[in-house]
């Protein structure tokens, strides 16, 4: 983490002025658990979406020792027209998650046309339109919490498939066997 030394001083002098009643302790940690908490708040806001992502697995996993989840770096490109997610399918793989599936969230998210360049997705995803790379990193994070990572133990080794009879897809966790609609 990183250090901001400057915000100490606002702290500690705003605490000094407001609270002049309190003895030095609880001033003193008063002071520490504002640090604290400022310092998570810009570390989460500084942190890039790789790094928020790692962060999100090892709080999920510190619980369940359950081993890391380390997801490939899309590889996006924009044309003026269209955008292209090239390596999407090494995505899907780590996360076993049904192409349709994704491709559905994605489109109803981006509110365009997402289409496969070719059957096999070795050649990745056509998203209509030029998509930021900014708007489409968060949506894996969405994609993940709701669909990959179990509700009840936060394990990510699960299943998701279609029930065509209730036209709804079922998720099923590896690890507490919870099973439910999403
Ligand atoms: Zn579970």
């Given at each position: 983490m990183k250090n901001y030394p400057e915000l100490d001083n606002i702290a500690k002098s705003n605490i000094i002025k407001n609270y002049p009643e309190l003895d030095n302790i609880a001033k003193?940690?008063?002071?520490?658990?504002?640090?604290?908490?400022?310092?998570?708040?810009?570390?989460?806001?500084?942190?890039?979406?790789?790094?928020?992502?790692d962060q999100?697995?090892?709080e999920l996993h510190s619980e369940n020792n359950v081993e890391r989840l380390v997801l490939p770096n899309?590889?996006?490109?924009?044309?003026t027209t269209?955008?292209?997610?090239t390596n999407v399918k090494d995505f899907l793989k780590k996360v076993n998650r049904p192409p349709k599936h994704f491709i559905e969230f994605l489109a109803d998210q981006l509110g365009t046309e997402v289409s496969q360049?070719?059957?096999?997705?070795?050649?990745?995803?056509?998203?209509?339109g030029k998509q930021k790379r900014q708007k489409i990193l968060p949506l894996i994070e969405k994609y993940m919490k709701d669909y990959v990572v179990c509700k009840y133990c936060n394990?990510?080794?699960?299943?998701?498939?279609?029930?065509?009879?209730?036209?709804?897809?079922?998720?099923t966790c590896s690890n507490c066997k919870s099973s439910y609609s999403v």
């Open positions: 003193s940690n008063i002071i520490k658990k504002l640090i604290k908490t400022i310092y998570l708040n810009i570390y989460y806001i500084l942190m890039s979406f790789e790094e928020r992502l999100l697995y090892q899309p590889n996006i490109e924009s044309t269209n955008t292209y997610w360049k070719s059957s096999s997705l070795s050649q990745g995803l056509i998203l209509i394990c990510y080794k699960s299943k998701l498939k279609k029930d065509d009879t209730i036209r709804k897809y079922i998720f």
